[in-house]
């Protein structure tokens, strides 16, 4: 990484954020998924840097060096969207492209609705843009997990995924990030996707469903892992379990969205083995209908659900091209 890698800090939408940034030009600022923090972002914020980006990337709510407020509530989708406003502000900007990334992609994607003046231009990766459905989500909940565990209804339960999770942390990370990759779907799964996210045994543990590789990815160091360990180990993961606890909430609290649709210019990317895309398979096929101004949706052969660590200079290079084409 480059030593003109800052640290930094605002006050924004009433929490301390903590913030990497590189480079000078329009804002653009990455915001990453579960269970991750600004560190997913480690081979996208150099490049972005050296072709001519302010490159912002948060720890967000809940993660690494940011605030993790207590309650679930802090956690729902107007507070994360009051986040990204709140953090382009203060950063003394009045617009910036948006990234996200899982998560993140959720969190910019609102923040795109809410706010059109402040986002120009939004990027998606793993999770397509989600319309809000007719249905509240424990609805289709109920649905998916009459015989086998979904791991967001598992979530659900206040302090008891994170238990699992913190037991063994670097068994966790890298359990997970082989798990969801490309990799793991060819050589563990018949469909390529991993049912530890698609659906686990009910006399199982989330985190006895994971894979364990016999050696570290190709595309993920030891020193790589540790940092991620290290940033866990000190913000704990109920403040990122609690992202999922509001999905309900998030319902609830957005009528107003109905019938909404992404009016920015949009790229979307995702690995071709990203089990985002079985779950979320009607909403990456609509994203034309509802993604007017939808540039390119592209999949990466063989990357799986996080595809900026697992094949960096693809993604790159479209990212920057989805820049140039929107004159950022």
Known sequence: MSRDLEH??????????HYVEQGEGPLVVLCHGWPESWYSWRHQIPALAAAGYRVVAPDQRGYGLTDAPTAVESYDVLHLAGDLVGLVNALGEQQAVLIGHDWGSIAAATTALLRPDMVRALGLLSVPYLPRRPIRPSALFHMATRERHFYQDYFQQPDHVERELEEDLRRTFLGLLYTLSGEAGIKHSSDGFPKVIVGFDKNTRFVDNIVMPEDLPSWLSEADLSFMVEEFR?????GPINWYRNIDRNWEITPFLDGAKILQPTLFLAGALDVALKILADQFESLEANVPKLWKKHLIPGAGHCAEQENPKEVNKLLFDFLTSCSV
Do not use: K, T
């Open 8 to 17: 930094g800090f605002v006050y924004a939408n009433g929490i301390r954020m």
């Open 234 to 238: 000190r913000s704990g993961f109920r």
